[in-house]
């Protein structure tokens, strides 16, 4: 059984900061996915990573297969990126961590 | 951009009583999935459906669970007899064939009384 584990649990930032969210696994997967909860509840997909980085906007996404470790970045925060980020696993199914609440105050 | 879509946004029921939750899964997608996430608490995996099958489910999904696709459209997760326990918000998701990317529902919420 994977354990995903992501630190930091909340973290409050002022607007224009540079921001990181972590993301520990424990066993081997075939992906990793970021995904962002707003405070509706509605689950948007950020990111699918298996090797390497991806970019998009002002949100960069690294991993790290030999660590089993995997970072989300964002430059320039706004407060419109207050949310939950969670970091997901797959092995054939998703397995999540608990995810980060991120606060961004103006 | 297409989407996909959950019913009901909120569900009440009493505990004992059958529920259905509805998606409608983006139309050229073949991977279904349900989760769920009980407040305060991560996400959990339900189950996966491909070909008009179950492909995995987790120890979450018993025999009070059931899923079906009754049409070219939805997708369905049944609850036979609601416990306390099953109040949750469920997500749907999807995903198109030779993609890893999941498209998720906005969830419905189910209370049992």
């Known amino acids: 059984k994977n354990e995903v584990e992501q630190s930091p649990q909340n973290l409050t930032a002022q607007e224009g900061e540079f921001i990181t969210i972590n993301c520990s696994y424990s066993?081997?997967?075939?992906?990793l996915h970021w995904l962002q909860q707003h405070p509706g509840g509605g689950i948007v997909s950020l990111f699918m990573?298996?090797?390497g980085k991806k970019k998009h906007g002002r949100l960069i996404a690294t991993i790290n297969i030999q660590e089993k470790h995997s970072s989300l970045h964002i430059t320039a925060s706004h407060p419109r990126d207050s949310a939950v980020y969670i970091c997901?696993?797959?092995?054939?199914?998703?397995?999540f961590g608990t995810g980060t609440r991120l606060t961004i105050i103006p | 951009e297409p989407e996909v879509t959950q019913t009901p946004s909120h569900q009440v029921t009493q505990m004992g009583q059958e529920v259905i939750l509805r998606c409608v899964p983006i139309?050229?997608?073949?991977?279904f999935y349900w989760y769920r996430q009980i407040l305060g608490q991560k996400v959990e995996f339900l189950v996966s459906?491909?070909?008009?099958?179950?492909?995995?489910k987790s120890e979450i999904f018993d025999d009070q669970f059931s899923v079906e696709r009754p049409d070219g459209s939805n997708f369905t997760l049944k609850i036979r007899s609601t416990k306390l326990e099953d109040s949750a918000m469920y997500f749907c998701?999807?995903?198109?064939?030779?993609?890893?990317?999941?498209?998720f529902g906005p969830g419905t919420r189910l209370t049992v009384l």
């Open positions: 066993v081997g997967i075939s992906a």
């Open positions: 997901a696993v797959r092995e054939g199914k998703l397995t």
């Open positions: 998701a999807s995903r198109r064939e030779g993609m890893s990317e999941q498209f």
């Open positions: 990573l298996s090797s």
């Open positions: 139309s050229n997608h073949l991977y």
């Open positions: 459906f491909y070909n008009n099958e179950i492909s995995e």
